[in-house]
Structures are given as C-alpha cells and as structure tokens.
C-alpha cells in the first residue's frame, strides 16, 4: 500500500524545506509518495523544491513536482491528485501549522478498512487560537456543515483530509481556490460517506508568517456549502 502526500506551494521558502524533511523523514508504516505542486510562487519555492528533489532522487521515497501559474490552492490540489499513485490520498500545507507525525493514526483506520475518509480535527484537542476572527469563522463554518448535511463534524476547515483514492478521484472537483475544503466535504457527504475524526495538534502561524486565507474566503465558504447541498 502507498499514500500520496499532495503539497500546493505557494510562496512558502521560509517553510518548504523544513516541511519536506519533516514529510520524508516521518515513518508511516506504508510506501510514500510526496507530490509537489507549485502555484506559481514567485519566491524561491520552485529553485528549493528542485534542489531538494534532485538531492534525495536516491531515497526511497517517490518524488513528483509539478509547476504551473498561479490559479489557486483548489486548483494545485486537483492537479496533484492526477498526479498520485497511492490507495491513499491526503493533503499536507507547505507551511508548519500541521505536523506530519500525526499521519500516522489519521491512516490507520483507511489501511484497516473500517474508514473511507478520515479528518484531522484541531477542536478534537484544546488549543489556543491565535486570531479570535479565525477561531469563530472555522467553527461557524463547521456548524453550518453539521446542519446543512446532518454530520457530526468538528472541524470542517482543516487541512489534514485523508482519503481512500477511489473516494477523492471519483469526484470532479470544482473549486480552484479555498473553498476546495467545504466542496469536497460537502460532495463526501451528500455521497453518504461518513467522515471519521481524530484529534490532531495544530500550531497557527500569524499573517506576518504568510498565512494567506481571509473573510472573503469564509463568504465563498458559505457559498460553497449551500451550493452543493442544492445541487442535484
């Protein structure tokens, strides 16, 4: 069995480096496959990607990268998961908030067989929100989730979604830019597909560091759910 780890790159060389040892170096039990797509940094990410590649074409690890103008996030994940090979499919950001240690019980239920999608919530576990705004926005979110499709989900918004890869390639993705998150748990849902949750650690990064998402991507989010949950 493999995993694919999709990572969409956007302007992160203070981060993508660090974030690839720590990938590479994390024992999952499982092949791994590390699929790279860069959304048109502007920045070095491109340069340090290749180096890095070129330096551990000899691990045993599979490397794939890909580089394409910037369309957005929703878009380098779509385009990463044609580019996957693994049973298993998940999503990893190139910066620090998320640690890669966690994939190691967020898999185990798929390689089991007992879940077809498992979430990694942050609210499963306490943590201290560095931006209130951020807080009360994912958890609304969320909470318009569980009414709109009857789910027991507590954290719709994160990053750390992993998936059997029959489940997320038999799904046409739609969304090119943030709101890939509420899409495909929204069309999971409506799929009668239950989302398996597991506490995970989570460490915010301030907009200084680069975190790029803001309020006008909580409107499309709220858009996005109401879409598909009408959507024949």
Not at 85 to 113: V, W
Not at 121 to 137: D, M, V, W
Request: aromatic letters at 10%; a positive charge.
């Amino acid at each position: 069995m493999k995993i694919s780890i999709i990572i969409p790159v956007y302007n992160e060389e203070k981060t993508i480096k660090k974030i690839l040892d720590l990938i590479s170096s994390v024992n999952l039990g499982i092949k791994k496959e590390i699929v790279i797509v860069d959304d048109g940094s502007k920045d070095n990410s491109k340069k340090i990607i290749e180096k890095y590649i070129e330096h551990k074409k000899k691990n045993r690890i599979e490397y794939k990268f890909f580089s394409k103008k910037n369309e957005g996030k929703g878009s380098a994940i779509k385009k990463g998961i044609e580019l996957t090979s693994g049973e298993i499919i998940t999503i990893q950001d190139a910066d620090l908030e998320y640690d890669p240690e966690d994939f190691k019980k967020l898999i185990k239920p798929i390689i089991l067989g007992k879940e077809k999608v498992v979430y990694g919530s942050r609210f499963l576990r306490k943590h201290e929100p560095l931006y209130k705004i951020y807080f009360l926005g994912n958890k609304f979110l969320t909470f318009l989730t569980k009414v709109l499709y009857n789910a027991k989900i507590t954290d719709m918004e994160t990053c750390y979604k992993v998936f059997k890869a029959d489940v997320i390639k038999n799904i046409e993705i739609k969304s090119n830019e943030f709101d890939f998150e509420p899409e495909i748990t929204a069309r999971v849902l409506k799929l009668g597909i239950k989302i398996k949750e597991i506490p995970i650690s989570y460490k915010p990064r301030s907009i200084a560091e680069g975190k790029k998402i803001n309020w006008k991507d909580g409107l499309q989010a709220i858009w996005t759910l109401l879409y598909w949950k009408f959507k024949n």
